[in-house]
């Protein structure tokens, strides 16, 4: 005889001795009705789902950090207030939203680090075709042109201080996913922000809404595409990561000046994902 049927058998328990031991249906107690209710509520004050974050006070913590890295345009800084970065990242990097890192968002493509698109979007306030005043206005990247949607997060923070956004995005699931993120911001940023996703070839630009007083890429190919420069209007500015030498990309800064001339200036070593063309 082995040990075990040797002693008296416990478990499991007869289906009658567990079937008196259940309360009545009405006597049910839902706990997870209270915490879904809990989290709606979070939800609705934008904060990250799941965690006990308050992200107003972590999002200020990080324009804070912005501010001391050099960001110092106003409106800049108010948009990187404004968007809910946690809302564009997956669930599991949640916490890590608010860090000045860039982050997976599916397919092999990151979400930039707020560092370096604070720095893009500061530099494109500075375009040639502003005066000092209007730089700090409420609209000054006017006509915007956004290539690389991604998860949608930098649409965002630029539809905040465009006239009117046009974002491209070449892999058809990132394009509908950043749709989907922009649609949760109900309201968070501007009851006016005119943003268009398309799901194209960015290397083409987007010549229906042509031209633009401002274009940003987040990708980074060997050369500028020339329909980027034909695209950019008098007095606009582009800025786009290009592969300099030894292969390590440059931030590409280009002007059109008010006569139509073209002035190219480098800023300092970045790293972006490779530009890449057609759809996926
Ligand atoms: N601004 C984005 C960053 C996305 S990463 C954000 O806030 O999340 C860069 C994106 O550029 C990737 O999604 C990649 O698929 C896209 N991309 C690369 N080449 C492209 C092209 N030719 N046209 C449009 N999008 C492109």
């Known amino acids: 005889m082995s040990r075990s049927d040797a002693r008296p058998r416990r478990f499991p328990l007869g289906l009658d001795k567990v079937a008196s031991a259940q309360p009545a249906a009405d006597k049910l107690l839902r706990p997870q009705a209270h915490m879904q209710l809990i989290e709606r509520e979070r939800r609705h004050q934008g904060a990250p789902q799941g965690l006990g ?14 501010r001391t890295d050099g960001i110092g345009h106003e409106g800049v800084l108010a948009a990187f207030e404004r ?5 564009f990242v997956d669930t599991a990097l949640v916490n890590q939203a608010y860090e000045d890192t860039s982050l997976p968002i599916g397919l092999g493509q990151t979400i930039s680090k707020p560092s370096v698109v604070a720095a893009m979007m500061q530099l494109l306030c500075a375009r040639p075709g502003l005066s000092a005043e209007a730089r700090q206005g409420t609209r000054p990247l ?7 949607t991604g998860c949608g997060y930098q649409a965002a923070l630029l539809a905040c201080l465009s006239a009117r956004v046009v974002s491209i995005e070449r892999l058809r699931e990132l394009h509908l996913k950043a749709r989907r993120h922009l649609d949760q911001l109900n309201g968070l940023i ?18 229906p809404q042509a031209p633009y007083d401002t274009i940003i890429a987040a990708a980074g190919g060997e050369a500028l595409p020339a329909a980027w420069t034909d695209q950019l209007a008098p007095g606009g500015r582009l800025v786009a990561p290009v592969a300099g030498a ?3 990309q440059v931030l590409t800064i280009v002007d059109r000046l008010p006569d139509g001339t073209l002035k190219h200036t480098h800023s300092g070593a970045v790293l972006f994902v490779p530009l890449k063309s057609g759809l996926a």
């Open 142 to 148: 006017g006509a915007c042109l956004e290539i690389g």
């Open 246 to 248: 030894a292969g390590a």
């Open 190 to 207: 501007s009851p006016w922000a005119d943003i268009r996703l398309v799901h194209g070839d960015g290397m083409l630009g987007h010549g």
């Open 83 to 87: 968007v809910p970065r946690h809302v």
């Open 53 to 66: 974050l308050d992200s107003p006070r972590v999002r200020a913590r990080m324009v804070a950090r912005l």
